[in-house]
């Protein structure tokens, strides 16, 4: 079963950036599309962007320019990088397989998060 381990968060000042990092043990990632998603306090887990197996990149539109996921295969790693984050980008993050195509996780396994803090 794939299990993946975030890193990167941390608190960081309005306007400022982050990059996040999503890694896998024992399992190679290059054979999964890989999405990054949030959850803000008090609020639903929402889907943030995803990266498809051969690097094709999507994202939540209201992020569309700010985040920019990709990804190593040699370091079997996806990143998401976080730019102009503003208090509304605080929560934790997490990264998951995805259903080819879509937003949708593939299973329902969530690892420990990373939480982001936007706060001057």
């Known amino acids: 079963q794939l299990q993946l381990v975030e890193s990167g968060g941390g608190l960081v000042q309005p306007g400022g950036s982050l990059r996040l990092s999503c890694a896998a043990t024992g399992v190679t990632l290059d054979n999964y599309d890989i999405g990054w998603f949030r959850q803000a306090p008090e609020k639903a887990r929402e889907w943030v962007s995803s990266?498809?197996?051969?690097?094709?990149?999507y994202y939540r539109t209201s992020l569309k320019g700010r985040f920019t996921i990709s990804r190593d295969n040699a370091k079997n790693g996806v990143y998401l990088q976080l730019t102009s984050v503003t208090s509304e980008d605080t929560g934790i993050y997490y990264c998951?397989?995805?259903?080819?195509?879509?937003?949708?996780?593939?299973?329902?396994?969530w690892g420990q998060g990373t939480q982001v803090t936007v706060s001057s």
């Open positions: 990266i498809t197996k051969e690097g094709n990149q």
């Open positions: 998951a397989p995805v259903i080819p195509g879509s937003t949708i996780p593939l299973n329902d396994h």
